[in-house]
């Protein structure tokens, strides 16, 4: 009798907690001058590289920073640069943790990097295509996907289509200023 309440409580909640779990994976919301965009982040696969993200949010750092490269049928990057296009300091670079088993397709959210793989630091792009080229292969290292957009895929599409000029050195500047105005944790 014992074993059967036993398996009767334990049973569902091992089918159960998977799927619980993956639904409190942390979410922030990216307020933009043109819309807002929801990311859900994957701290399972990429705990350093979340961490370092939410340490940027949590201290307001992307506040006023704008989305300063942009390509069509590439990707949107953006967390590192004012709309004067004055780079900000930055915390220390985190390891890359592109061989994670994540892919940079489509609507992903991944690390911007030098060529050196541990370089990262507050940059961030988002996949507007299937980027598969930018994914870690044997030993080399690629772009490490953090995150996920559940909701503005459109915003960060129209984002990259925005026409584009040379600003202080920087190719693929959007013409008028796609401002990060905010992003903060949701359901905190």
Do not use: C
């Not at 307001?60 to 590439?74: K, L, N, P, Q, W």
């Not at 990057?77 to 390891?95: D, L």
Request: aromatic share 10%; charged share 20%.
């Amino acid at each position: 009798m014992f074993k059967k309440i036993l398996l009767t409580i334990i049973l569902p909640i091992l089918f159960i907690s998977p799927a619980f779990a993956e639904g409190d994976n942390p979410k922030v919301i990216m307020q933009t001058n043109l819309g807002n965009i929801t990311i859900e982040l994957f701290p399972n696969e990429s705990p350093e590289t979340v961490e370092n993200f939410l340490n940027y949010v949590d201290s307001g750092y992307y506040e006023g920073t704008i989305f300063h490269r942009v390509i069509a049928g590439f990707m949107i990057q953006g967390g590192g640069f004012t709309q004067e296009m004055e780079k900000k300091e930055t915390q220390e670079a985190v390891k890359n943790e592109s061989k994670n088993g994540l892919s940079n397709t489509l609507g992903t959210i991944a690390m911007a990097r030098t060529n050196y793989p541990h370089s990262a630091t507050s940059q961030f792009f988002i996949n507007t295509v299937n980027n598969r080229n930018l994914d870690a292969r044997g030993n080399r290292f690629g772009y490490t996907v953090f995150g996920k957009v559940t909701d503005g895929m459109d915003l960060a599409i129209q984002i990259s289509r925005a026409p584009r000029t040379e600003k202080s050195g920087h190719r693929d500047v959007p013409k008028s200023p796609i401002i990060i105005e905010k992003i903060s944790r949701i359901g905190e």
